[in-house]
């Protein structure tokens, strides 16, 4: 006789999210920017970035981040997953359980464009799933310059990726999207249809963990009681658990004491923008001209096809080392575990991404220069580690946010030296010949003529870790254990990327699903479910 179905509830601070509109591939830039669907929180003033207040958007509603995000779908290194295994002494986190777990989850569309060549994208079947429930893949067309600017930067030195998902993510890709056929994928289509024994309450944010003693016993939202009959299950993020933690009187003492909770991590990225001489895109055309959009969304609309299914559908992406970085003393200062990871053959120290739409994210951009090429640069295994503080006794009200950009003397190594490696391409005599003038970047290449770039223009990946940190019971900085057990208390578990230990060297929408799995796999298996 098979066991019973557990009945579940869920309960979501926002809306459904359910506006087919809200899914256009080549618009996923902007739909972070509906209010509805954004926390719009912001960082405190960050000391080392000129005191600028940073945006620290978050997903609000169903799909929760994933329906704001930039459907940038990179599992990241093996050897990130090695370390957490190692961290929470659980093989469950190692990469062959977890790689296992991305198959399962993902349906991937490895197919090219006509015409395109396979040394830019060759995945193999086995690294990948062909029947999960989420969609990913490469898109049907390619904007015309993709392909030349992946061979400048194989010119330049870097190396071509086939795959960045097959857990060596070092070498310049082209990028596996969270999309298909023009769609974009969000976490709400895994439970699409709703299953039988799942009851979803919206715009129901919770406010506390109603506890018995040191049991878990149901939340309350809105002035109303919801009681479990088995387990309660925290997902609401790194920025929002810790604050109905904290105003259900949870967690270490002498953090609720200070009301803060430290280990929140991020990622962290700056513009460069050069304008192109004319003909050398095709953007200025479809950007510059509302009809040609307009027209484009209707053919949309009808068909998932055209060139909002194109233009900024298909970037190119690859993670790369800082091959000096083991003389640096900021490196040998590090703690051994760490100077060990950073070491280990498949973690990068920065990224490089084309073909961002720029002209977005620019208050004022001037519509005469959309003839435009962006690079994005990312530094990676920031060091610093910020801090969520209580601000308020009203539970609706948002934590401060400190992430302490630019907090360490490695961290701002790591970012002059990763801006300096985007030069190699920008000054190419490849990609000089059609260049006509910096629109974005820094007035020189000194130390602190980069550093200075960076305090001026850093933004968040929004990729924020770690606040409800998971280890082994008896680590001075653990909250849950590798089961996703809040320590010290039963029946409450937490699961979304505020437990995960390691700042993945990835865009971390994958490692917030694959985490998801994983507790699922847990509860299935300890409840003896089918």
């Not at 000129?50 to 978050?58: H, K, L, M, P």
């Not at 002494?89 to 777990?101: E, G, L």
């Amino acid at each position: 006789m098979s066991p019973q179905p557990m009945i579940l509830s869920s309960s979501e601070a926002g809306g459904s999210n359910a506006d087919h509109n809200l899914r256009v591939d080549g618009q996923r830039w902007l739909t972070f920017m509906n209010s509805n669907m954004n926390w719009g929180y912001k960082t405190a003033p960050q000391e080392n970035c000129n005191d600028r207040e940073i945006d620290y958007s978050r997903g609000k509603g169903l799909g929760g981040s994933s329906a704001i995000n930039f459907g940038v779908y990179t599992v990241g290194a093996r050897d990130d997953y090695e370390e957490w295994a190692r961290i929470v002494d659980d093989d469950a986190y190692r990469w062959d359980k977890i790689q296992a777990r991305f198959r399962r989850l993902e349906t991937f569309h490895g197919e090219l464009p006509a015409g395109i060549d396979g040394k830019y994208a060759n995945p193999k079947a086995e690294d990948h799933g062909s029947s999960g429930p989420l969609h990913v893949g490469y898109a049907g067309e390619w904007e015309r310059d993709l392909p030349p600017m992946l061979d400048l930067f194989e010119e330049a030195g870097f190396p071509l990726n086939p795959d960045h998902n097959s857990g060596n993510p070092i070498g310049m890709s082209v990028l596996v999207n969270s999309s298909h056929k023009g769609r974009r994928s969000t976490a709400n289509d895994l439970l699409t249809p709703n299953p039988d024994n799942l009851t979803i309450i919206t715009t129901s944010p919770v406010h506390r963990i109603l506890l018995e003693g040191s049991k878990a016993v149901g939340v309350e939202s809105n002035g109303t009681k919801y009681l479990a009959s088995k387990e309660v299950v925290l997902s609401a993020g790194s920025l929002n658990n810790p604050k109905i933690l904290m105003h259900s009187g949870l967690g270490p003492r002498d953090q609720l004491e200070k009301f803060n909770i430290p280990g929140l991590r991020d990622h962290m990225f700056c513009p460069i923008v050069y304008t192109r001489k004319e003909g050398d895109t095709d953007r200025a055309p479809f950007y510059g001209d509302q009809k040609i959009m307009d027209e484009a969304l209707e053919e949309w609309k009808r068909s998932g096809t055209g060139p909002w299914s194109k233009f900024a559908c298909e970037l190119g992406i690859g993670w790369f080392k800082l091959d000096k970085m083991a003389e640096w003393d900021e490196f040998k200062a590090l703690p051994e575990a760490e100077q060990q990871l950073l070491t280990k053959e498949t973690i990068p120290h920065y990224e490089l991404l084309t073909h961002f739409p720029i002209h977005w994210f620019i208050p004022g951009f001037p519509t005469e220069n959309l003839n435009y090429s962006a690079f994005l640069v990312f530094y990676l295994n920031a060091q610093s580690r910020g801090e969520v503080t209580l601000q308020s006794a009203d539970p609706d009200a948002p934590l401060k946010f400190d992430p302490k950009f630019l907090g360490t003397a490695f961290d701002r190594r790591v970012a002059i030296e990763s801006l300096r490696q985007i030069f190699r391409v920008a000054k190419h005599e490849g990609y000089t010949k059609n260049t006509d003038t910096m629109m974005a970047g820094p007035k020189g290449d000194s130390d602190e003529e980069l550093l200075d770039y960076w305090k001026q223009t850093i933004s968040s990946s929004w990729h924020m870790t770690g606040t409800v940190k998971m280890g082994k019971p008896g680590d001075a900085d653990a909250v849950v254990d590798s089961n996703f057990r809040l320590m010290g208390i039963d029946n409450l578990r937490v699961s979304d990327m505020s437990v995960v230990p390691v700042l993945g060297s990835c865009h971390v929408q994958a490692v917030a699903y694959v985490t998801g799995m994983t507790c699922a796999d847990k509860l299935i298996a300890e409840y003896d479910l089918a």
